[in-house]
């Protein structure tokens, strides 16, 4: 007799179905497991004979078979722990087998027969309400499950045996409730800035339009406090959005309690980080740091101090919104829509543009021109807004705080979103959410210009060599700052402020 129990493989985001297949048969004592395990799969062996055990249950003295179909895909990870245990239970009679017949069963076990959280809980239960079936998951992890759908059958035990009780009907597991990470209270404002108007206004226009956006300023400007505050005034997580990227960081092990947040994501890797750590890959090719800043903010401190190829990487994700994992067996696609926040220095030393300074290595200009030239032209000309950030004086700082915090800033950018939200709507694409993720083709209708417009566009993008790229960013640029303004038509203003911040850059 052959019990199966239905469990999942994951590939990015999505959850494979794999069929658990148990068989215990006469002959040499064995305990095997087929279907391409890793070496977690395979140590799976000593966590449920220990489970069984701790639960009163003891494994037959016969040979014991678990296949993991389809055989040719590679099944990694410690989910596999509990259908393994379930499809043994129903094997040796312990559990009736049809009571699992119509669940999804993933989880980790413990020694003593408790079943512990696994990562990509709520990417098994979409896949498991798909497929008409129920849930089995830990305890710990009903919660995340729960956001599934409401009308999904889900079954948390903390152990073995409150499942088996449970199956006998002798104790009743409640379904878990789904749940929802409480704000902080206190956080980042920029409130808290003094001075540093310009960046500011920067700011706001990188969070209305999801633009990408480098400062560069001497050290203790105040780059790092800024970017810190940009996710203070953008709009919560969409419904939608709230799922794509609760599936990502489920995967990635990192939903603490099963909680989701509306807050988007705001990731900020050292500048030592690999380029797995940064794009994903690694063992298992697991989601990077661009991947987990999906529909949120990937900020980038001391961004020329990243490695050439590390930066390079993210100009593929910043154009598709995507990053593609290949491996010699496998591929895996993971959603990447960010928006790219770097900081940087003028110079190594950081004091080049300070006045009266002189670099003791070089010219100020060359040690400049050195530094910034770790920065490749190709990945610059992908960032919409290059700012130069001024040092904060004394004076600035006894100031009183202004009267202008996140809350204003962010009721000003929820406007201008609302507003993109409808024109890609009426146009028929609601997957575009902002100006600066809209195809170039529908950029140019929604960005038209007058013809004083195009002349000053002309003459511009002749003086900063503007390519195609660059051309299309800033009438993104100019759409979003009309859309501040509340304006149905991007004006000679909106385009010359638009024109003004891709000029840092040239000089640069």
């Given at each position: 007799m052959v019990v199966r129990v239905a469990t999942v493989a994951?590939?990015?985001?999505?959850?494979?179905?794999?069929?658990?297949?148990?068989?215990?048969?006469?002959?040499?004592?064995?305990?095997?497991?087929?279907?391409?395990?890793?070496?977690?799969?395979?140590?799976?062996?000593?966590?449920?004979?220990?489970?069984?055990?701790?639960?009163?249950?003891?494994?037959?003295?016969?040979?014991?078979?678990?296949?993991?179909?389809?055989?040719?895909?590679?099944?990694?990870?410690?989910?596999?722990?509990?259908?393994?245990?379930?499809?043994?239970?129903?094997?040796?009679g312990a559990i009736p087998a049809?009571?699992?017949?119509?669940?999804?069963?993933?989880?980790?076990?413990?020694?003593?027969g408790t079943i512990t959280a696994v990562a990509g809980v709520l990417p098994a239960a979409v896949a498991a309400n798909g497929r008409g079936h129920g849930l089995i998951c830990p305890r710990a992890s009903g919660p995340e499950a729960a956001w599934a759908s409401r009308d999904l059958d889900i079954l948390a035990p903390a152990s073995l045996i409150a499942l088996a009780n449970h199956f006998k009907g002798t104790q009743v597991l409640s379904r878990p409730e789904p749940a929802m990470r409480q704000k902080g209270i206190g956080g980042a404002d920029l409130r808290d800035v003094k001075g540093q108007e310009s960046a500011k206004r920067a700011l706001e226009i990188a969070a209305a339009g999801g633009h990408n956006l480098l400062m560069n300023g001497p050290p203790g400007a105040g780059k790092s406090?800024?970017?810190?505050?940009?996710?203070?005034?953008?709009?919560?997580?969409?419904?939608?959005?709230?799922?794509?990227?609760?599936?990502?960081?489920?995967?990635?092990?990192?939903?603490?309690?099963?909680?989701?947040?509306?807050?988007?994501?705001?990731?900020?890797?050292?500048?030592?980080?690999?380029?797995?750590?940064?794009?994903?890959?690694?063992?298992?090719?697991?989601?990077?740091?661009?991947?987990?800043?999906?529909?949120?903010?990937?900020?980038?401190?001391?961004?020329?101090e990243f490695a050439t190829t590390v930066l390079d990487s993210l100009r593929q994700p910043i154009e598709t919104g995507e990053v593609s994992i290949a491996r010699a067996n496998h591929r895996v696609t993971y959603p990447a829509r960010f928006q790219l926040v770097a900081a940087m220095n003028p110079c190594r030393c950081g004091h080049a543009l300070e006045p009266g300074y002189a670099c003791k290595r070089q010219p100020n200009e060359r040690c400049m021109a050195q530094y910034a030239a770790r920065l490749s032209g190709p990945l610059l000309d992908r960032i919409d807004l290059h700012i130069e950030v001024q040092a904060v004086t004394a004076a600035d700082l006894m100031l009183p705080p202004p009267a202008e915090g996140s809350a204003e800033v962010a009721a000003r950018v929820a406007s201008a979103r609302a507003m993109q939200t409808a024109r890609y709507e009426a146009l028929g694409m609601p997957e575009v959410p902002?100006?600066?993720?809209?195809?170039?083709?529908?950029?140019?209708?929604?960005?038209?210009?007058?013809?004083?417009?195009?002349?000053?566009?002309?003459?511009?993008?002749?003086?900063?060599?503007?390519?195609?790229?660059?051309?299309?960013?800033?009438?993104?640029?100019?759409?979003?700052?009309?859309?501040?303004?509340?304006?149905?038509?991007v004006g000679r203003a909106h385009l010359a402020e638009a024109l003004s911040y891709r000029a840092n850059a040239d000089r640069r």
């Amino acid at each position: 007799m052959v019990v199966r129990v239905a469990t999942v493989a994951f590939e990015g985001i999505e959850a494979r179905p794999v069929d658990v297949q148990v068989q215990i048969a006469n002959g040499s004592v064995v305990f095997m497991i087929v279907g391409l395990p890793d070496k977690a799969v395979g140590e799976s062996r000593e966590r449920v004979r220990s489970a069984l055990t701790a639960s009163g249950l003891a494994l037959p003295a016969k040979r014991i078979t678990v296949n993991l179909a389809p055989a040719d895909v590679p099944k990694e990870g410690s989910h596999y722990d509990l259908p393994i245990a379930l499809g043994i239970m129903a094997a040796i009679g312990a559990i009736p087998a049809d009571a699992i017949a119509g669940y999804t069963v993933i989880g980790e076990l413990a020694l003593d027969g408790t079943i512990t959280a696994v990562a990509g809980v709520l990417p098994a239960a979409v896949a498991a309400n798909g497929r008409g079936h129920g849930l089995i998951c830990p305890r710990a992890s009903g919660p995340e499950a729960a956001w599934a759908s409401r009308d999904l059958d889900i079954l948390a035990p903390a152990s073995l045996i409150a499942l088996a009780n449970h199956f006998k009907g002798t104790q009743v597991l409640s379904r878990p409730e789904p749940a929802m990470r409480q704000k902080g209270i206190g956080g980042a404002d920029l409130r808290d800035v003094k001075g540093q108007e310009s960046a500011k206004r920067a700011l706001e226009i990188a969070a209305a339009g999801g633009h990408n956006l480098l400062m560069n300023g001497p050290p203790g400007a105040g780059k790092s406090m800024l970017a810190a505050r940009l996710p203070s005034i953008l709009p919560p997580l969409t419904p939608r959005e709230l799922l794509e990227v609760s599936m990502i960081h489920s995967v990635a092990g990192h939903l603490s309690g099963g909680e989701l947040t509306e807050r988007r994501p705001f990731r900020a890797p050292h500048h030592s980080a690999s380029m797995p750590a940064l794009v994903g890959g690694g063992a298992g090719a697991r989601p990077g740091e661009v991947s987990l800043a999906h529909h949120g903010v990937l900020f980038l401190d001391e961004f020329p101090e990243f490695a050439t190829t590390v930066l390079d990487s993210l100009r593929q994700p910043i154009e598709t919104g995507e990053v593609s994992i290949a491996r010699a067996n496998h591929r895996v696609t993971y959603p990447a829509r960010f928006q790219l926040v770097a900081a940087m220095n003028p110079c190594r030393c950081g004091h080049a543009l300070e006045p009266g300074y002189a670099c003791k290595r070089q010219p100020n200009e060359r040690c400049m021109a050195q530094y910034a030239a770790r920065l490749s032209g190709p990945l610059l000309d992908r960032i919409d807004l290059h700012i130069e950030v001024q040092a904060v004086t004394a004076a600035d700082l006894m100031l009183p705080p202004p009267a202008e915090g996140s809350a204003e800033v962010a009721a000003r950018v929820a406007s201008a979103r609302a507003m993109q939200t409808a024109r890609y709507e009426a146009l028929g694409m609601p997957e575009v959410p902002t100006n600066a993720a809209a195809p170039a083709s529908v950029v140019e209708r929604v960005a038209k210009l007058d013809a004083k417009g195009l002349d000053l566009l002309r003459q511009a993008s002749e003086k900063l060599r503007l390519t195609a790229r660059g051309f299309h960013r800033v009438l993104k640029l100019s759409r979003t700052l009309a859309d501040l303004d509340g304006s149905g038509e991007v004006g000679r203003a909106h385009l010359a402020e638009a024109l003004s911040y891709r000029a840092n850059a040239d000089r640069r």
